[in-house]
């Protein structure tokens, strides 16, 4: 996974990126706006979620865009799967469905971002470099979704089990969208111990990203969804 200061300092690799969809159509315009970017380097595709297990595996992308509906094996069942093998893989969702069963379910496989088909193109480019960061890429209907949904469900266990005092505080104010560098102000810290903070945090609770470690501290009532 790449990180945001990195990423910002125009110094680091391209973002690697695996394209799963069923369409080839789709794809073939996908693969088109992303290369537009400097920054950004589709290395494969998939058109399904077996193959796109098999393209995960093979490799190594940071970031994999990935349909819901498809023969065969779906986007959550080949999400669940990616995750199992890679956790710090970034998986953002593109699609056209905006069910709840669908968003819910392909969270809790541990996407890190959920866009609609119908987002502008620069959203899905600054979605793509947010999950690559390890940072949150939610359309704004699908965030009101969740916090309505896991707010709903949460069972309070005490932190110090899982985090420290410190890393509990960078994991509030990551919950609000702040960039590691607003955190680091914020908390008057450097980026690069923002950096360490959130590797530790994710390592500590088996995640690959802060959607997953934000959607972890709001059913635990480590989070308050109000302050989100």
Known sequence: MLDADTLESGGARPITLLLVDDHPVVRKGTRELLES??????????GSG???????????????????????????????AIKAE???????V?????????????????????????????????????????ESAL??????????????HTTPTPPEDDLSPRELEVLRVA????TNKEIARDLEISPRTVQVHLANIF??????SRTEAVLHGIKRGWIDPQTI
């Open 86 to 92: 890679r956790p710090g893989v970034g998986v953002l």
């Open 175 to 178: 919950a609000t969208g702040r």
């Open 50 to 80: 077996e193959e796109a297990i098999v393209k995960a595996r093979a490799l190594n992308p940071d970031v994999i865009l990935m349909d819901v509906s498809m023969p065969g094996m779906n986007g959550i069942d080949a999400t669940r």
């Open 139 to 152: 359309h704004p209907s699908v965030a009101r979704k969740v916090l309505e949904r896991f707010s709903a």
């Open 94 to 134: 593109l699609t056209s469905y905006d069910d709840d069963a669908y968003v819910f379910a392909l969270l809790e496989a541990g996407a890190a971002g959920y866009l609609l088909k119908n987002a502008s193109e620069d959203d899905l480019l600054g979605a793509v470099r947010a999950v690559a960061a390890g």
């Open 203 to 208: 390592s500590k609770l088996g995640v690959g």
């Open 37 to 46: 970017g400097a920054d950004l380097r589709v290395i494969g595709e998939a």
